[in-house]
């Protein structure tokens, strides 16, 4: 019996000991959630979850201030993802956050464009150049797409356009070959 | 005499189908109404086009400028007006239109001025952007732009260069017949590769199916002198692939991802070596190829047909029967469907089958895997298809990379052996083309953050700066005050201790000395006032 | 839109399994020939139930019948069953082993292609623990009942024919071995055992070699390749030789034990079954080998008639790790490729 104590003591010892030295020694440094969470998240910088960024999101998610839903451009598949990465439920895209739509680039008119630099200030990734009373363009393969430079354009002259389906970016479809559908029709 | 021929693992032997269009020469096809030339036909970047709606070309006339080095220029292929510089429908899988400059012959077939090239006098830079501006590239199918290739590996030359006239799919037979028929221009293709490669040896192979191209090319290589091997090779889909002739001939085997000029090895189409020829001997550029027509059709033939011929000019010449349902773009293994009859003729386009259902039955239902494994003893990539089906299917897309799916070269031996007829090609190309589109979303998000998080580092930045220069100022004002005060109190001091010190022998004074005193005084007080009131500006 | 390739092998999974069946046919005449017509009607019950079981489930999982059902996999299934269990087993034993075969070993993992174990040998493990008494016995060779009576023992439960009744060769060493006292020796045990053939026991051992007929000419057929019976019956007789002859007196010759019980049964129809077996070449040897010791270690130290079912269901547990740590390598990516 008292051997059977002092044996299991012992071992608590040493584990806890053990335990400790581990935790010192394989020490995460930073939050590795937030950068995990951060990694799903499209790094549009669009703002319409409600925070300043994608980043904050993703600290507001670790934090479990906020909801996994609430990214438009990430759609249904990120939520899915963020679910699975942090063990919820998978919920629909909060609809007051936005909708999910096809990626899209800024395009600015340049004939209508007055150069007055708005929008350059407001796009989260610098992708639109120009400069004070000289018209302004966007970068296309730069631009996320997140809307921020359409607002503030007091002459209206940028509008998103849809990404179009080029021979280039043209992806092979999942094959669907469900035995059940082929034969269900 | 090459001595021992290696082999490579897997393959299939799919009947070849080859002798109904073997039985004709090759007929020129007649000028068509319109020609549509796209300006990507090869692999790398697009060209820029350099004519406008409404101007005239010649035939070999530049049309569209190389995007840089890793990409080929294109040509008219007749001389003409440019019709229109518009999208049309592709031969390619997507049915996606590209940019195409239409080109309305004048009937005149009048050539732009040739200007042969020297190649034993010019540098093999020189060369190299020859070939690019005569829009030369890779004919057996994968159009990469031949220039690319003919550089040396590192130490200067390329020991092997291995001709490619091996045509192991079915039905196919445009390299046999330019073999057959135009030997000596490909093997003095052959000749001027050899010269910028500077390589020691030169192997041609040919599947032993095609002894009468294996011949042609003997007597002709024997008849010029050349020191080249004609090796027949075994017929055994897909032999032709560059790495599966690259390991038969030599035994090396190029991984994914290396390139075969590393291991002292390169391949080029026969076809390409054709035009090669033609590019510098001649200074015409690539404005025409050779394309076997044949399938569902009463007259199978080879034409040697202008790139951006329709596909619909060219049919009558062959006639296809009535139940012909679909024109597939290569061969039966690794061909496609065209999206419609109205698409041009490329530089890519080897041979257009007609295939009517009851040619080319549609497999049957698809089955679950049984795991047999027939498609993992026919992979010539020795890759297990089961488990990259599994890994596709489940769209496990890491998995799959590390099985090596990007090994995979499609040639379809894995779907053509299935006993349970599951299109494991398809599951492979989905898989591949997501891979790329997630890697390039996840570089685009990578940019994405760091150019957010760069701007946001540097509004922080401007902010402080901003800060700290208005703490500056402040601060600066506020030491001048303090100076100012300084002074002030300094004058007020000194202004008191003289009215304080005030003289003490002023009361018994002459008159001289109290004019004096009173002098000094004036002069004190003028001085004094010139003190109070400085300077507009210093002299 | 319709994808490369456009050709295809005429092969099909219905193909595949109907030559299996094919194959087993040497075997089952061999069967007839010594222990007389019964187990064509145990392989006729077993096929039946197996088809209505496989019918239930496509039923119930929502998957094409016209498809499945003629697939074949369900009789191969069935005929493994019915080969694999005691001649003149009670009809029920049949119908309850095919259809735990079909129900739970193959539908309830997901149905063709998806079972982690051999089905027939699943039912065959499942019924040696709930009937071990039933399942051990044999009747004696080369004098077959009149068919009737067969129909008898099997149809109406009559088992009281004693005599018919006894071990295979396996089990005839074993107990000799249990209840020797140290005196029993292979020879003495043997010819103590009325059933004794050439090799093996009486008959069994013709209808050990009938299956490797039809094995060989799947291998011909190239069903499947040649490293799975190889390495099974391979690692086999070089374990039996090796325990023979360091104690002939104790262990049984090779021969006896690649013709002796289910050893080319399992060699050629059971391990070789895909689905549950190990895939790449390295991984089938490694697969096999591990069957057969284990196949060979129940025979001799165990308390089973025979080793071959759980000889390759634990194998079978091992096939994914197996498979994972045998990948080959893949064109240009091998020792000694710059």
Redesign the interface.
Known sequence: MLAALFVMTGIALVLGVALGYASRVFKVEGDPLVDKI?AIL????CGQCGYP???PYAQAIAKGEADINRCPPGGEEGIRKLADLLGKEFKPLDAEAGVEKPKSVAVIDENTCIGCTLCIQAC????IVGSSKQMHTVVA??C?GCELCVAPCPVDCIHMEPVT???E???????V?E??E??AA | MIATLFRFKGGVKPETHKDCSTRQPIARAPLPSRLIVPLHQSAGGTPRPLVEPGQAVLKGERIGAADGNFSAAVHAPTSGVVKALAPHVMPHPSGLSALCVVIEPDGADRWIEREPVNYRSLAPDELRDELRDAGVVGLGGAVFPTHLKLKPSQGGRTETLILNGAECEPWITCDDMLMRERAEVIVRGGAVMRHILQSERVLIGIEDNKPQAIEAMRTTVARLGETMEVVAVPTRYPAGGAKQLIKVLTGIEVPYGKRSQDYGVQCFNVATAYSVWHALERGEPLISRIVTLTGNVERPRNFEVLIGTPLEELLPLVGPLPDTDRYIMGGPMMGFPLPSASVPIVKATNCIIAASPALFPPPPPEMPCIRCGACATVCPHELQPMELYWFARGKNFGKAQEYSIFDCIECGCCAYVCPSHIPLVDYFRFAKSEIWSREKEKAAADAARSRFEFRNERQEREKREKAERLAQKTAGARAADAKRALIAAAIERARAQKEQVQPRNTDNLTPEQQAEIAEAEARRARIRAMAQTPPEKPL | MITSPHVYLPVSVRAVMAKVLVALVPGIAAYVWFFGGGILVTLALATLAALAAEALMLKLRGKPLAMFLTDGSAAVTAWLVALAFPPLSPWWLIVAATLFAIVVAKHLYGGLGQNPFNPAMAAFAVMIVAFPGLMSQWPAAAQPLPFAEQLRIMFAGARHLDAMVMATPLDALRTAFASGEGRATVATALAAYPGGGLMAGKGWEWIALGYAVGGLWLLQQRIFTWHVPTAFLGTLALISGAFHVAAPERFATPLFHLFGGAAMLGAFFIATDPVSGAITPRGKLIFAAGAALITYFIRVFGAYPDGVAFGILLMNMCVPLIDMKTQPPVFGRKDGNP
């Open positions: 951060d499209p790094q549009t910088q960024g994608c980043k989260p990734v610098d992708a393969e730069l996320t389906e080029t021979i970016n043209w992806k092979w479809k999942y094959p070959a035995i059940k082929r034969h």
